[in-house]
Each structure stands twice: as C-alpha cells, then as structure tokens.
C-alpha cells in the first residue's frame, strides 16, 4: 500500500523552463512533507519543505504547493538548470503525532536539457 | 563540517552470508535512521535511533534485520543469512534532534547478495 505515489517516473523540461514534479498522498494523518534530490551514487539531499499548516513555500527557484483537500503536493523549479537533473523524492511523515520516519514516493527523474 | 558517512560503499555476498553495515552521523545529531532503496522503488524506512530511547523498529521486513547504535553515536545495520531479494542501496540519515529536523543522507551502502 503506497502512501505516498509519484506517478511520473520521468519528466524532461527545456533550460529556462518551467519543471513541475508532483506527489499524491493517501495517509490524511501527514502533517510535514519534503522534497529531496538525488544524485547517481550519492544520498538523497533535502531540497524543501512544508507543513501542513501552509499552502505554500518558496525557497528561491524552488516552491512547494500543498492542497490538502486534494492530498496533493507538487514542486516547482523556475527557471530550470541543467544541474537540476536529478532524481527528486517527495517525502512526508506525521510530525504531530511523534512519527519520525519518512515515507517516501518512488522518485520522479527530472532531466532538463539546454 | 563532516556529513554523514557510510562502509563499506559496495559489498557484495553470498547468499546466506551476514553482513554488517556501518553509519557515522553527522557529531551531535541525536537522531539517526536507516532507510533502503530497492532498484526502482522508493526509499524505505527501516528502523529510527533517537538519543537513549526505544528504537522504532516498525520498518525492519524480517528478524534477520536488527541494528544498533552505540554510544548514542555510529551504528551498524546487520543482515543475518542474507536473500538475493536484500539487494538493494542500504541509507543512512541523521538529524538534530526531532522530525521536523532535516534528515541528513549518507552516501549509501550498494548491497549485492548472490
């Protein structure tokens, strides 16, 4: 039972343009969602995060928009770089009830092209 | 500072073989976590360390798995009589403290159980 899906296992973007990675979740208990981005061969690497007391968070090219209602969350990249090529995970947990642990979506790989 | 770290990066071994897997966080992060990535699967939680409580064990897939962490600092991830269907990338991650603390990844360890 996934609780967290990405359902596109790929997306490929021009430079410059817009990317648009996006995440559904089943667990309505989740209070805090990530975004990390991964490497070949290295460890996942936090990119941004959200609460669900918020709708949306911004962090220069990067911004996170959580709907609640639809349990949807989805990142934007604006203007995309070709080091944005990565493989990027959506992450969520339950903050507010003690849960630590991370239940992550199966990736989305991102290659942006000049 | 040093990030987290992580040995051997590669291992291979047979099947049935014990294999011991080793986690040096980041000095001073009380929590620490052990995630594995399956090929084409999303990171999978496994078993969570915070400072001198009850580890979260809810992760581990079978009594083969067990880890520890001593001193409130490294730890190390066991796999008794390992399965080919152990193989995958094994992640360690630490953070400050608590859940809304980043969780900071290591490199990985690349298991190949033949």
């Known amino acids: 039972d996934q609780q967290v899906k990405q359902n596109s296992p790929s997306l490929s973007v021009q430079e410059g343009r817009i990317s648009i990675l996006n995440c559904d979740y089943t667990?309505?208990?989740?209070?805090?969602f990530l975004w990390y981005k991964k490497y070949p061969a290295e460890g996942p690497t936090f990119l941004i995060s959200?609460?669900?007391?918020?709708d949306k968070n911004e962090d220069g090219r990067f911004t996170v928009f959580l709907n609640k209602s639809a349990k949807h969350l989805s990142l934007h990249i604006v203007p995309s770089q070709p080091g944005d090529s990565a493989v990027y995970f959506c992450?969520?947990?339950?903050?507010?009830?003690?849960?630590?642990?991370?239940?992550f979506g199966a990736g989305t790989r991102l290659a942006v092209h000049p | 500072g040093a990030g987290v770290s992580q040995s051997p990066s590669n291992k291979v071994t047979e099947k049935g073989k014990d294999v011991e897997l080793r986690c040096d966080p980041i000095?001073?992060?009380?929590?620490l976590y052990w995630y594995r990535q399956s090929l084409g699967q999303g990171l999978e939680f496994l078993i969570y360390?915070?400072?001198?409580?009850?580890?979260?064990k809810s992760g581990l897939p079978s009594d083969r798995f067990s880890a520890e962490r001593t001193g409130g600092s490294v730890s190390t991830l066991t796999i008794q009589r390992t399965q080919q269907e152990d193989s995958a990338v094994y992640l360690c991650?630490?953070?400050?403290?608590?859940?809304?603390?980043?969780?900071?990844f290591g490199p990985g360890t690349r298991l190949l159980v033949l």
């Open positions: 991650a630490s953070s400050l403290k608590r859940a809304q603390e980043t969780q900071y």
């Open positions: 667990n309505s208990m989740f209070d805090y």
């Open positions: 959200i609460s669900s007391i918020k």
């Open positions: 992450a969520a947990s339950q903050v507010g009830r003690g849960y630590n642990k991370l239940i």
């Open positions: 000095s001073g992060h009380t929590a």
């Open positions: 360390f915070q400072g001198n409580s009850a580890p979260d």
